[in-house]
């Protein structure tokens, strides 16, 4: 396995198995590609297609996502040791993060309709607008979290611990709506 460190990786569609650090990755097309077991240390992701990359024990370690597409991705399956991410402009559609812990985790200006969020542990998570049309919180960890200015979703209050999270006024038609309440502002 390889060992690349400092490189700048340009519109590139295959990727030699490796551990990546210190590295940028622009308007690269790793869709459908098994990147499985590869490990990114400090990289940066610009304007990628990464959706239905196979992603199974692939190590993200303070990796950041910027104008990415990455539909369907399976957090849940990467390595959880070190696990951190962000991301800006992305497409995160039907994406799963299935009990990953997402601490602090920054989300912003990105799409993450149906994206499973169930029993993953969003603390302190910051959802700086984003789309969350039927994104899945269910026994979700949101205390801290911050949706003040995201919109579409639905969170039952009652089947996720969300201790101190925020949200707007805007948005609580979100948090009622299994009581088929019709609220108007």
Not at 96 to 118: E, H, N, P, R, V
Not at 162 to 167: H, L
């Amino acid at each position: 396995m390889q060992y690349l460190t400092d490189q700048i990786f340009d519109k590139i569609n295959e990727l030699p198995k490796g551990e990546y650090e210190n590295c940028s990755f622009n308007h690269c097309d790793l869709s459908n590609k098994n990147l499985s077991g590869f490990k990114f240390t400090d990289c940066r992701f610009v304007g990628c297609n990464m959706s239905l990359a196979a992603i199974n024990n692939t190590a993200f370690q303070g990796v950041t996502f910027k104008d990415c597409k990455s539909l369907g991705l399976r957090f849940d399956t990467c390595n959880p040791f070190g696990f951190e991410v962000s991301f800006e402009s992305c497409q995160l559609n039907h994406a799963s993060f299935f009990k990953t812990k997402l601490k602090k985790t920054i989300f912003k200006d990105t799409q993450l309709q149906g994206t499973d969020f169930a029993e993953a542990d969003l603390t302190s998570a910051i959802f700086e607008n984003c789309y969350l049309e039927q994104a899945i919180f269910n026994r979700t960890l949101l205390e801290k979290a911050d949706f003040r200015s995201s919109y579409n979703y639905v969170i039952d209050p009652e089947s996720n611990r969300m201790k101190k999270a925020k949200f707007s006024v805007l948005g609580l038609a979100g948090l009622l709506q299994k009581y088929d309440l019709h609220i108007e502002g």
